[in-house]
């Protein structure tokens, strides 16, 4: 018996090749009732049954029958393989929209995250240049100092204090834009996992 041919109940209860196979497969099969057992195979994976009862007046399936019967049953394997190919691709196709949704959170989130660095870098530069003309305006009046007479113990303790606020200011500037890449870098971290 080949393995795509339609099999009768009678071949099941009379053929010795049947007799290995399980008792509560073979009364099951026998409860069902049933004249005739069409496999559905799809790729000589066995995926579905169609079983067919007596047909009317009790007249014997026929070759031709079981031809048809084999023909049907190959269109129907093409049909479920089909429609199992549509169901993946639905699901495939929702999975990428929702995996685009979240790129495009994602990107969003970058975009965000950019603006606001590119900002904070306009401000921050903005913020360097003030006290750096307050060091380079301190040490010219130092050498302008130099230059013309020896400062005076004041003159040196106001340029010193003056040097000292724009250099206190600027570790400030730095240690905040050194902040700000620590964020920058956890975000990354945070969107890579």
Request: aromatic content about 4%; overall charge negative; proline content about 4%.
């Amino acid at each position: 018996q080949q393995k795509d041919q339609p099999l009768s109940q009678y071949e099941i209860d009379i053929l010795p090749e049947f007799r290995t196979a399980p008792i509560k497969e073979r009364i099951w099969l026998e409860q069902l009732n049933m004249e005739l057992y069409v496999p559905i195979r799809h790729q000589s994976l066995l995926v579905g049954i169609w079983a067919l009862g007596r047909k009317a007046g009790d007249e014997p399936y026929t070759v031709q029958d079981n031809n048809v019967l084999s023909t049907l049953a190959d269109q129907t394997a093409a049909v479920l393989q089909n429609a199992r190919l549509v169901s993946d691709l639905k699901a495939l196709n929702i999975q990428m929209t929702s995996l685009n949704d979240q790129l495009a959170r994602t990107n969003r989130r970058l975009e965000k995250l950019d603006a606001a660095k590119t900002n904070f870098i306009q401000i921050a530069s903005h913020e360097l240049r003030t006290p750096l003309t307050q060091v380079r305006g301190y040490a010219d009046i130092m050498a302008d100092a130099v230059q013309t007479s020896t400062p005076t113990p004041a003159q040196m303790a106001q340029i010193s204090q003056g040097i000292s606020r724009a250099t206190v200011r600027l570790e400030e500037i730095i240690s905040a834009m050194l902040d700000v890449s620590e964020i920058d870098v956890q975000s990354l971290n945070l969107l890579n996992t």
